[in-house]
Nanobody, 122 residues
């Protein structure tokens, strides 16, 4: 069994920053990739970023490139999402997830956290 616990969400003004954390437990993640997804109000869940657990290669959706940075601490089994220059359209519930693949589709991810709310005000 795998457990993922997100933290760090909250309310921030446009232009501000937040750092999300996702702590993983239950098994080793040396061969697993970690991803962040988000679900805006009334919309479907969408890919945000992913990182290869071993090599650290990163991939982002176009709307967050240059503003968000995904990173990981293998020793702590934790992945982070640093979010800068936040915009109201970044408002969503943010989820972390694990996958044996480098993927941008949610169906490739097999374990999910409970989500953390990020609200960006104007």
């Amino acid at each position: 069994q795998v457990q993922l616990v997100e933290s760090g969400g909250g309310l921030v003004q446009a232009g501000g920053s937040l750092r999300l954390s996702c702590a993983a437990s239950g098994r080793t993640f040396n061969n697993y990739n970690m991803g962040w997804f988000r679900q805006p109000p009334g919309k479907e869940r969408e890919f945000v970023a992913t990182i290869r657990w071993s090599a650290g290669n990163t991939y982002y959706t176009d709307s967050v490139k240059g503003r968000f940075t995904i990173s990981r601490d293998n020793a702590r089994n934790t992945v982070y999402l640093q979010m800068n220059s936040l915009k109201p359209e970044d408002t969503a519930v943010y989820y972390c997830a694990t996958s044996p693949f480098v993927a941008t589709t949610s169906s490739a991810y097999n374990y999910w956290g409970q989500g953390t709310q990020v609200t960006v005000s104007t």
